[in-house]
């Protein structure tokens, strides 16, 4: 039989998409887990498995899964015995602590005695801790922004992204507990077949990231500019400068990284570069 990476995703929720199209994008090719537990890969040698998140640390730790993409925020609640392999720049969010909007907030102190409703409570419970905070600790699975409405506890502890779900149930942000991503996650004790499966995922997923965060871009300049122009955009090794038919002029081409890109296409048009085009990358091996 010939060895698997068994690879487990969220089946359906916000990680998701995200997971599907990073396996995707990296070249795995099976059918998306409606109505299944597992899909086989067609063309790399894994399994994807369908899970619920909450459920993937403790699967990975026992090896149902070998590896897993899952919210750090889950990796740290749930204290298993796996690695985080590898941030993946999506489902960012953070975990705030947050308090009805008419409550006077001083700081901390404000959550001694206090009740605190959250599905993390070793998080919850581990960061005030830390800081000499006494608390107690309403453990929900969900809904938890309700809680303090319905007099369950009198501050919450949940994700958040834009902060719309607490203003609309009249609360209020006050301390960011954690930051979190989708992340990675491995079993720590894989076959050595494994980890070279892994590591050739890992080779994948990081090409197509490296491509997510660059843009190739080619432009028009004077001859005499190609000089400054490269100080800007010197890409991977430096760009490729060809000939214009055009005497004195050249094509230049080269990588921008996307969150530098505003600031380097003013110095580049100031340097004096000429239809500027710039086009998404699909993949990026450096
Ligand atoms: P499941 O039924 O699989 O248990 P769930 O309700 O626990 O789903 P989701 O709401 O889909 O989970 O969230 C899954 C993960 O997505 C979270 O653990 C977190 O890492 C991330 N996430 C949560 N809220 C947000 C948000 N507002 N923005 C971006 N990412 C988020
Ligand atoms: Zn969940």
């Keep these: 039989m010939t060895t698997v990476l ?9 990680l998701q998409q995200g997971s599907l199209d990073l396996l995707k994008e990296s070249g795995l090719s099976f059918s998306n887990g409606k109505d299944q537990l597992k899909a086989p890969a067609q063309n790399f040698p894994a399994e994807v498995l369908f899970l619920r998140d909450d459920d993937i640390p403790q699967y990975v730790e026992d090896r149902v899964a070998d590896a897993g993409i ?32 008419g409550e006077q907030y001083n700081g901390l102190e404000w959550f001694n005695g206090k009740n605190i409703a959250t599905s993390y409570p070793n998080i919850v419970t581990d960061f005030l801790k830390e800081r000499g905070i006494n608390a107690g600790i309403h453990e929900i699975s969900g809904s938890v922004e309700i809680a303090p409405g319905i007099g369950l506890a009198e501050a919450v502890c949940d994700l958040v992204s834009s902060g719309s779900t607490l203003l609309s149930n009249g609360l209020r942000e006050v301390e960011v507990v954690m930051q979190s ?33 660059s843009k190739y871009i080619l432009l028009n300049c004077p001859n005499e500019a190609i000089e400054r122009i490269t100080k800007i955009i010197p890409g991977m090794k430096s760009p490729t400068v060809m000939p214009l038919s055009r005497e004195g002029w050249s094509s230049l081409h080269s990588v921008v990284d996307e969150n530098d890109f505003w600031n380097r296409i003013d110095q580049l048009r100031e340097s004096g570069a000429e239809g500027i085009l710039v086009i998404p990358i699909e993949k990026m091996i450096v």
């Design 181 to 213: 991503e989708a992340v990675l996650v491995a079993n720590p004790d894989l076959s050595p077949e494994k980890s070279e499966i892994l590591d050739k995922l890992l080779f994948r997923i990081t090409a197509v990231m490296k491509a997510k965060n």
């Design 70 to 101: 899952v919210g750090e925020n889950i990796v740290a609640e749930k204290k298993k015995k796996i690695n985080i392999i590898k941030r993946l720049d999506f489902a960012r969010c953070r975990l705030s602590l947050a308090i009805p909007r």
């Design 6 to 14: 068994r690879i487990a995703i969220q089946k359906s929720g916000r």
